[in-house]
Each structure stands twice: as C-alpha cells, then as structure tokens.
C-alpha cells in the first residue's frame, strides 16, 4: 500500500524561530494536504494543495507539492506558542487520504 | 466545510464488551469515513462508508470487528466489538464535502480505552 514518511518525528524550538518538516511517498497523489491536531481534536486542515510545483501560503504557513508529486513541505515562520501541536501530511488518491506518521511540534516561549 | 458532532468524546469500557460511536453532520455527504488513531501514531483508515451500500473496509479491518451503518446521507456509526485492550484507541469520523482537499473534515473522536 502507499506509504508516507513525514520528518522529523518531534522538533524542540525556541518562540521566533522557524520550522520546517517534509513529507516522501513511494506513490504519486494529486493533492497533498497538511493538518494540525491538537490533544483531545481531530485534524483540522491547514493547507491543501493541488498541482505539481505548487507553493500556497496561508498566514505564517507555507506549503509546497513537490514537482514529483511524490513529496510536499511544510514552513512555520515565527513560531508561538500555539503553534503547538502535531502536523501531519496527507496524500489523496481518489477519495481516500494516507496520512504521515505526524510532527510533533514544541515551541518553548 | 460540514460540521461534525461525534459522540461519546471518550469512554472506558471492559474488555469482551462492544461500543458505538456516533457521527452526525450537519448536511448530506455522500462518502464518510472511519479512522483510528492509535497512540501516539498516525490516523488509519478503517472503512469508507456509503449511503445504501456496504461499507468498504481497508486491509487488515474487518465487518465482524467493526460493524459500520450509514442508513442516511448525514449520520453514520461505527461498532467496536469484543474489545480488548489492543483496541484503545482515537476513532475518528471523516467528511468529504465537495471535491476540493477543503472539503475533508474531521470529527472531534472518541477516546476509547478498554480495561
């Protein structure tokens, strides 16, 4: 089955400071997307994106579809504290999603 | 984007014992979906569920596990039966509404432990 390998697992950073986490598949997905989860809630989207090549912001997020299709991004600029929380890729295929492993985020003030 | 109320938000239940999940929206979707998020790991998808038709389960879940109705086009509910503690977990109702990645909407789960 298609697989998504979503790096780092964890990151520890300081209030200011940007962050970065990636996501590879072994497959091609026409759309890649990336949510936020925070405890007790499920995913809520952050980002959706459509085409090859493709970069979107969204705020201080932006995200990018690799021109492989088989690989996207995530950008966090000026981090806060409520940046807190777990991110996870997801790739679409037809109707079903295949989610990454998630990143947790720390953000100390 | 729909709105998802799924009940209960948590429970702790005996091991051999079964329990319902609900998931409600707030208009008619067509597809809905069921995932599981283990602890501390990545959400898995159980099952697509349609309106009129068998729920369409993924590799490795089956319908005696995990019993799913759809008997409209805006509540589903999910069963998991004889459970044991392996079982505890976050389960989670999904939406797709429309056909942009904006349409996917997650519940809130349930928190389910199994003593």
């Known amino acids: 089955g298609q697989q998504l390998n979503q790096s780092p697992q964890s990151m520890f950073i300081q209030e200011g400071e940007d962050v970065s986490m990636n996501c590879t598949s072994s497959?091609?997905?026409?759309?890649w997307l990336w949510y936020k989860q925070e405890p007790g809630e499920g995913p809520v989207l952050l980002i959706a994106?459509?085409?090859?090549?493709e970069l979107t912001s969204n705020g201080r997020l932006t995200a990018q579809f690799g021109i492989t299709r088989k690989d996207s991004f995530l950008n966090i600029s000026a981090s806060i504290p409520s940046d807190v929380g777990i991110y996870f890729c997801a790739g679409r295929s037809g109707s079903r999603l295949t989610f990454g492993e998630g990143t947790q985020l720390t953000v100390n003030p | 984007s729909a709105v998802i109320s799924q009940k209960p938000s948590r429970d702790i239940c005996q091991r051999g014992t079964s329990l319902t999940i609900q998931c409600q929206v707030d208009?008619?979707?067509?597809?809905m979906f069921w995932y599981r998020q283990q602890p501390g790991q990545s959400l898995t998808l159980i099952a697509t569920?349609?309106?009129?038709?068998?729920?369409?389960?993924e590799s490795g879940f089956v319908i005696d596990k995990f019993p799913i109705s759809r008997p409209n086009l805006t509540f589903s509910t999910l069963t998991v039966s004889n459970m044991s503690p392996e079982d505890s977990s976050i389960y989670l109702c999904?939406?797709?509404?429309?056909?942009?990645?904006?349409?996917?909407?997650f519940g809130s789960g349930t928190r389910l432990t199994v003593v």
């Open positions: 999904s939406v797709e509404k429309g056909t942009g990645g904006e349409g996917y909407t």
């Open positions: 208009s008619q979707v067509t597809m």
């Open positions: 497959s091609i997905f026409n759309t």
């Open positions: 569920a349609n309106q009129g038709s068998e729920a369409t389960y």
């Open positions: 994106l459509y085409k090859a090549g």
